[in-house]
């Protein structure tokens, strides 16, 4: 039966990553031309978003949102969602419709095909390097002038399995601060069982969503950094026991 699994697993697998390449493949023209300019990068963000609905889609994932507010159009947002999962990227493209930059990991931008675009349109950071946490800083201010909103992963990478919910790192929220910029807690409560890093694992089946209600920046200062960023937490973790 394990060895039946392992062959679905496998299989499962190959099929995602088909998902994410035949819609690249087919706009790509498209998605070359829609990244030639900044200032065209909300056309990107709508074939992004198709894309992701594909693979979703493709997978067997029965996507549920649940929203108990919703961003204004033309307003700048700090997005956030725990990680679990490879499929994280696409739910939050899924989930938000206000166009948003990923702030991630540079070692995405090697993954074929996928990566071309990712270096192009994310702010991509090297954690390890101070320099690239200031060039983070910048290069998200310039997009937040642009009227962009940001989207952060606050666990600052994958977290063992194990752990429901890692600590937080202070970058998205001092940022969101320092930009007077509310911040848009989201919980993914089933990516991990649907889709985690672990190669032998994964099904189709439910894929819950649900967006908090915003938390306001106004009046704060860099000095409330760490209560905000645990209160995010807290709100995300509750839901994730919730959703057990």
């Known amino acids: 039966m394990k060895i039946f699994k392992n062959i679905f697993y496998t299989f499962y697998r190959i099929w995602f990553y088909i998902l994410v390449a035949l819609p690249i493949i087919v706009m790509f023209p498209f998605l070359v031309v829609s990244i030639l300019k900044e200032s065209w990068y909300p056309y990107f963000f709508k074939m992004a978003r198709l894309w992701s609905w594909f693979i979703l889609i493709g997978m067997g994932f029965r996507v549920k949102i649940e929203r108990e507010e919703i961003p204004k159009k033309n307003k700048s947002y700090m ?30 931008a090697k993954i074929p095909l996928f990566g071309f675009f990712y270096k192009r349109t ?18 998200a201010q310039r997009r937040l002038k ?9 666990e600052g990478g994958v977290p063992d399995e194990s752990i429901v919910l890692d600590d937080f790192k202070d970058g998205a929220f001092r940022m969101a601060i320092n930009h007077h910029i509310p911040i848009v807690p ?20 439910k894929m819950r969503s649900k967006v908090h209600r915003f938390m306001s920046t106004e009046g704060l200062t860099t000095k409330d950094t760490k209560l905000v960023n645990e209160q995010s937490r807290l709100l995300i973790l509750n839901q994730l026991k919730v959703y057990k």
């Open 146 to 154: 642009q009227g962009m909103s940001i989207c952060i992963f606050p």
């Open 122 to 139: 994310s702010i991509l950071v090297d954690r390890s390097n101070p320099k690239s946490r200031q060039a983070v800083f910048l290069r």
């Open 186 to 205: 989201i919980t993914f409560g089933d990516n991990k069982k649907r889709f985690s890093y672990t190669f032998f694992s994964g099904s189709p089946g």
């Open 79 to 108: 997005f956030i969602a725990n990680h679990t999962s490879m499929a994280d990227i696409m739910l939050m493209l899924v989930t938000v419709k206000n166009p948003f930059v990923f702030v991630g990991k540079a070692e995405l």
